[in-house]
């Protein structure tokens, strides 16, 4: 069983649509985290939860919006997205939130907007 | 801001040769350096890390280099093999708690039969 699951793995969706995306972690850990991959860029770190508080908000815009019910679990919910907004979006988790943490990544939900 | 550079972008090697992927990082303050390996449709695996303590690590086939006043860190793979073959990716981050890691952009490794 993959330590850190995301659903969906594709997902494609118009510019007004609202839609969600979900990460669960089955690894006991304290932190989570929402990143952007973007083709030849770094990975864009967007959001950090430890203890289901949120810690890190890079500047993401509103149409992005994280919650956090409990530390298993991670949703990005999604409005009114534009093109550039199509990327690979990998959720990952990490014993705690801090310097010298391994981070256990998501195989990523591919997002396409139309 | 902080940035990690990544070089080469591309990098072919025949089965069984060396490759080494270089980075270069431009916080100081930076300590802790992990790569990860992303096959293609997989997210991001942690391979190796190394600390500010140490200049060197390795784990079989894989090892890292770090110097620190130069600042710059190294991925070296011998006796490369088919399965090697991905994207990795460099990170460096600081001992702050706060620390964000900073990934480079990533290196299209390819083990040539």
């Known amino acids: 069983e993959t330590g850190v699951t995301q659903t969906p793995r594709h997902l494609v969706m118009g510019m007004t649509n609202k839609k969600s995306l979900k990460c669960e972690q089955h690894l006991g850990h304290n932190a989570m985290y929402w990143y952007k991959q973007s083709a030849k860029k770094p990975l864009e770190l967007m959001f950090v939860?430890?203890?289901?508080?949120?810690?890190e908000n890079n500047s993401v815009p509103s149409r992005f919006s994280p919650e956090c019910p409990n530390s298993s679990h991670l949703f990005l919910h999604l409005h009114t997205l534009q093109p550039e907004d199509s990327a690979l979006y990998l959720c990952?988790?990490?014993?705690?939130?801090?310097?010298?943490?391994?981070?256990?990544f998501g195989d990523g939900t591919r997002l396409s907007i139309l | 801001g902080e940035n990690v550079e990544q070089h080469p972008s591309t990098l072919s090697v025949q089965e069984g040769d060396s490759a080494v992927i270089k980075c270069t990082y431009s916080?100081?303050?930076?300590?802790?350096f992990p790569w990860y390996k992303q096959e293609l449709g997989k997210g991001p695996q942690l391979i190796i890390d190394?600390?500010?303590?140490?200049g060197e690590k390795k784990d079989q086939r894989i090892a890292v280099t770090l110097n620190k006043t130069a600042k710059h860190f190294s991925l070296h793979i011998t006796e490369t093999q088919p399965e090697d073959s991905a994207v990795y990716f460099c990170?460096?981050?600081?001992?702050?708690?706060?620390?964000?890691?900073?990934f480079g952009s990533g290196t299209r490794l390819s083990i040539r039969p």
């Open positions: 990952a988790s990490s014993q705690e939130w801090g310097f010298d943490q391994p981070q256990h």
């Open positions: 990170a460096a981050q600081g001992y702050s708690s706060a620390s964000k890691i900073i």
């Open positions: 939860y430890s203890l289901e508080e949120r810690v």
């Open positions: 190394i600390r500010s303590n140490v």
């Open positions: 916080d100081s303050a930076s300590n802790y």
